[in-house]
């Protein structure tokens, strides 16, 4: 894919240096002492002057009485450690969501609704969302409550040596799926769906669900369409290294590797033929009808 030398997203937020743990209810608190001390002589004169020192070095009484227990995320930073492989690859992320802003606020100019342009937030095994703890397991993911994508690095590694899909564009195509999800929240569709599902079987809202996955690939092939007529970012191989990542990230690809058999319905995603076909709709037709997943009889 060509991308160097193309304008970076300024809308990173880079929580790889950040850990979030759980501070427990085993907390030792001073309570107890501070108990003991106001019965004992002079007890009271300590108390003062320590609640003084805590006040003017800007000590946390909560702290010192043993208050903010509990199970409260707390996170703490350091200086980013990373490869020269994963500081480029932090690039190319922050210029793929570039060209992904460029494209769809060109693509919804010319409707009602404006493009409102997502955060990417980097991080390292777990952080906090609006969605809840995310963490890598999960897998690159998309929360509405805050429109933000959420993404662990080592994915890439997982898409190339785990389920054989390698490449610069294989990325790119991941992230533009997430973005996707972002344009569906703005034009109301993820709302609508959302309703649709609290009301339907648990057979009819897994399908609902298909639909809305495979209408973010079409998208993400909607987006690799405009993007090549206006800034010629695709070269050869980059079409089948996203397909092969639709390949590898297909619910039937997953399930046959996990448990040895498929069920489809059970599926969340979209079978791999159906990822690569609404990619490809996306890809060739390039229009936002043509990414119509919710029509009856389109899968």
């Given at each position: 894919?060509?991308w160097?030398?193309?304008?970076?997203?300024?809308?990173?937020?880079?929580?790889?240096?950040?850990?979030?743990?759980?501070?427990?209810?085993?907390?030792?608190?001073?309570?107890?002492?501070?108990?003991q001390?106001?019965?004992?002589?002079?007890?009271?004169?300590?108390?003062?002057?320590?609640a003084?020192?805590?006040?003017?070095?800007?000590t946390?009484?909560?702290?010192?009485?043993?208050?903010?227990?509990?199970?409260?995320?707390?996170?703490?930073s350091?200086?980013?450690?990373?490869?020269a492989?994963?500081?480029?690859?932090?690039?190319?992320?922050?210029?793929?969501?570039?060209?992904?802003?460029?494209?769809?606020?060109?693509?919804?100019?010319?409707?009602q609704?404006?493009?409102?342009?997502?955060?990417?937030?980097?991080?390292?095994?777990?952080?906090?969302?609006?969605?809840?703890?995310?963490?890598?397991?999960?897998?690159?993911?998309?929360?509405?409550?805050?429109?933000?994508?959420?993404?662990?690095?080592?994915?890439?590694?997982?898409?190339?040596?785990?389920?054989?899909?390698?490449?610069?564009?294989?990325?790119?195509?991941?992230?533009?799926?997430?973005?996707?999800?972002?344009?569906?929240?703005?034009?109301?569709?993820?709302?609508?769906?959302?309703?649709?599902?609290?009301?339907?079987?648990?057979?009819?809202?897994?399908?609902?669900?298909?639909?809305?996955?495979?209408?973010?690939?079409?998208?993400a092939?909607?987006?690799?369409?405009?993007?090549?007529?206006?800034?010629?970012?695709?070269?050869?191989?980059?079409?089948?290294?996203?397909?092969?990542?639709?390949?590898?990230?297909?619910?039937?690809?997953?399930?046959?590797?996990?448990?040895?058999?498929?069920?489809?319905?059970?599926?969340?995603?979209?079978?791999?033929?159906?990822?690569?076909?609404?990619?490809t709709?996306?890809?060739?037709?390039?229009?936002?009808?043509?990414?119509?997943?919710?029509?009856?009889?389109?899968?």
């Open positions: 894919m060509r160097k030398g193309n304008r970076r997203s300024d809308n990173i937020d880079d929580r790889r240096s950040r850990r979030v743990v759980r501070s427990g209810g085993t907390r030792s608190s001073m309570m107890p002492l501070i108990l001390l106001t019965r004992s002589r002079g007890g009271w004169v300590v108390i003062v002057i320590a003084g020192l805590m006040f003017f070095t800007g946390d009484l909560s702290t010192l009485l043993g208050l903010a227990g509990g199970q409260t995320p707390q996170s703490s350091t200086v980013v450690q990373q490869s492989e994963e500081a480029e690859t932090v690039e190319f992320m922050a210029t793929v969501l570039a060209d992904t802003e460029d494209t769809w606020a060109t693509l919804l100019s010319k409707g609704t404006p493009y409102k342009e997502p955060k990417l937030v980097l991080y390292r095994d777990s952080t906090r969302s609006a969605c809840g703890l995310g963490q890598s397991a999960m897998g690159p993911f998309y929360c509405p409550g805050d429109q933000k994508i959420y993404l662990d690095l080592s994915f890439f590694e997982q898409l190339s040596s785990r389920y054989g899909a390698p490449g610069d564009f294989a990325q790119a195509y991941v992230l533009a799926h997430e973005v996707g999800h972002h344009v569906q929240t703005l034009l109301g569709i993820s709302a609508r769906n959302h309703e649709a599902r609290q009301r339907a079987t648990p057979v009819e809202a897994n399908l609902l669900s298909v639909r809305q996955e495979l209408q973010a690939d079409c998208f092939g909607l987006w690799a369409n405009k993007a090549d007529q206006a800034r010629q970012i695709l070269e050869s191989g980059d079409v089948e290294e996203a397909l092969a990542a639709a390949t590898a990230i297909g619910d039937d690809t997953l399930q046959r590797q996990a448990q040895g058999r498929v069920t489809p319905d059970s599926f969340t995603h979209g079978s791999a033929e159906q990822r690569l076909r609404w990619f709709i996306g890809l060739e037709q390039g229009s936002i009808n043509s990414c119509n997943t919710f029509a009856t009889n389109t899968l």
